[in-house]
């Protein structure tokens, strides 16, 4: 039973243009989660988190929404560049649990110049 | 400030052969994680150890998978025998009690067992 689901495996955007990518959960005791973006032959590297309690977190050109009714994340880059381009993971971790994350299949983003 | 570091970075070997990754997480950080991705079932946990201490092992596949903390610089995964289906990236990540949940991965160590 996948408890963090992204349902894109791929993701072209122009140049320029805002890419958003999704996620959904099932576990309700989820109350944290991350996106990590990750290049070929590299280890996935953390890139934005939001806690529960929260709707949106800001990071520069990268914004994470939550809605927790919906369980349901995004991921908005604005504006994208061809450097965007990777592997995106969306993760949740809950306090019960140790906080051990668990992964989405992952999005892969190709950013067109 | 260094990463985690993982070797090799790449393991080609044969199916029998015994075969161990290394890794070395961030100084400082108490909890170290092994995962393995796969096309078929993504990145997922095999084990993860706190102060040294394996805690969680549920991820590990079968008895043939093993995983050691003899001190906090440093783990092992051993697969004995390898066999092909083991190939795979293997990743080591490391992260702080203090910490919500971000880890710190490591390269990966891709392993081919023919």
Redesign the interface.
């Known amino acids: 039973d996948q408890q963090v689901k992204q349902n894109s495996p791929s993701l072209s955007v122009q140049e320029g243009r805002i890419s958003i990518l999704n996620c959904d959960y099932t576990n309700s005791m989820f109350d944290y989660f991350l996106w990590y973006k990750k290049y070929p032959a590299e280890g996935p590297t953390f890139l934005i988190s939001i806690s529960s309690i929260k709707d949106k977190n800001e990071d520069g050109r990268f914004t994470v929404f939550l809605n927790k009714s919906a369980k349901h994340l995004s991921l908005h880059i604005v504006p994208s560049q061809p450097g965007d381009s990777a592997v995106y993971f969306c993760a949740a971790s809950s306090s019960g649990s140790a906080r051990q994350l668990t992964f989405g299949s992952g999005t892969q983003l190709t950013v067109l110049p | 400030d260094a990463g985690?570091i993982q070797s090799p970075r790449h393991e080609v070997t044969e199916m029998g052969q015994e075969v161990t990754l290394r890794c070395k997480p961030i100084s400082g950080h108490d909890?170290l994680?092994w995962y393995r991705q796969t096309m078929m079932r993504?990145?997922?946990?095999l084990i993860?150890f706190?102060n040294n201490v394996p805690?969680?092992d549920s991820g590990m596949p079968e008895d043939r998978f093993s995983a050691k903390m003899p001190n906090a610089s440093f783990s092992t995964l051993k697969i004995q025998p390898s066999e092909p289906r083991d190939s795979a990236v293997y990743?080591c990540?490391s992260?702080l009690t203090s910490?919500?949940?971000?880890?710190?991965?490591?390269?990966?160590t891709r392993l081919t067992v023919l």
């Open positions: 985690v909890y994680f993504g990145l997922e946990l993860y706190n805690i969680d990743f990540a992260r910490g919500r949940g971000e880890q710190f991965f490591g390269p990966g």
